[in-house]
């Protein structure tokens, strides 16, 4: 399941979403990214 990040709100916005039009449902923002899974987020230190 893809799911997108809203740059502004940074809110999960689900696939559903986007298949109409790329906004973010919550702030109206465009920009949507996707966010890297958790395993690859891990900080090495
Ligand atoms: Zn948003």
Known sequence: MVQ???????KII???YIKRKIRCPYCGS???YK???V??????I
């Open 39 to 44: 395993s690859a987020t891990v900080k090495a």
């Open 4 to 10: 997108y990040k809203c740059l502004r709100c940074e």
């Open 35 to 37: 966010p890297r899974t």
């Open 30 to 32: 465009k920009i949507l």
């Open 14 to 16: 689900k696939n559903e």
